[in-house]
T-cell receptor
Framework: AQTVTQSQPEMSVQEAETVTLSCTYD???????LFWYKQPPSRQMILVIR??????QNATENRFSVNFQKAAKSFSLKISDSQLGDAAMYFC?????????????FGAGTILRVKS | SQTIHQWPATLVQPVGSPLSLECTVE??????LYWYRQAAGRGLQLLFY??????ISSEVPQNLSASRPQDRQFILSSKKLLLSDSGFYLC????????????FGQGTRLTVV
């Protein structure tokens, strides 16, 4: 079964600095998608960034980038120039391919606090 | 454009009462549908997912069941609620292509008293 592990329950970062949130996963599948979602206090889930397993190049979306290490099954999120609006719970997610039912599994989440 | 509706937003139910949470998607066809539960300050636990009408995969043995009577309708039910069923329930949908992101409803906060 696919599992996603986020080992950091909470992280803090000073405004304008950089923070990295870690995520590891376990799977026997060779093709899959990985996502980072953000959940602010409103509890609305917002997609931050996605990574295709067959692509070696790390995904980047403005201040957000990932470090995808397929062999190590690691998928960390780096937030540069942190802003107060980045404070939220961040979830790493794994999605199985179509033939396995497009199952979408989330990690336990990391609460990110941004200090001004 | 596609939208997802989930209701009710808040629900307080006594122990032993039945439950029905509904989720509908508009603007797309044959979506993958998901039900998650989130305990306070915790992660999203996948409860059920469905790739088509009548096709339900259960992830966690529990007091809940799910049904998909129509293509874009996903219902979470219980015959008798337990205190441990309290939590925040989220419905989500994604496209049939496995590389598409999931879109979430606003969630239902269920309190069993």
């Amino acid at each position: 079964a696919q599992t996603v592990t986020q080992s950091q329950p909470e992280m803090s970062v000073q405004e304008a600095e950089t923070v990295t949130l870690s995520c590891t996963y376990d799977t026997s599948e060779s093709d899959y998608y990985l996502f980072w979602y953000k959940q602010p206090p409103s509890r609305q889930m917002i997609l931050v960034i996605r990574q295709e397993a067959y692509k070696q190049q790390n995904a980047t979306e403005n201040r957000f980038s990932v470090n995808f290490q397929k062999a190590a099954k690691s998928f960390s999120l780096k937030i540069s120039d942190s802003q107060l609006g980045d404070a939220a719970m961040y979830f790493c997610a794994y999605r199985s391919p179509q033939k396995y039912g497009n199952k979408l599994v989330f990690g336990a989440g990391t609460i990110l606090r941004v200090k001004s | 454009s596609q939208t997802i509706h989930q209701w009710p937003a808040t629900l307080v139910q006594p122990v032993g009462s039945p439950l029905s949470l509904e989720c509908t998607v508009e603007g797309t066809s044959n979506p993958n549908l998901y039900w998650y539960r989130q305990a306070a300050g915790r992660g999203l636990q996948l409860l059920f997912y469905s790739v088509g009408i009548g096709q339900i995969s259960s992830e966690v043995p529990q007091n809940l069941s799910a049904s998909r009577p129509q293509d874009r309708q996903f219902i979470l039910s219980s015959k008798k609620l337990l205190l441990s069923d309290s939590g925040f329930y989220l419905c989500a949908w994604s496209g049939t292509g496995w590389n598409t992101e999931a879109f979430f409803g606003q969630g239902t906060r269920l309190t069993v008293v």
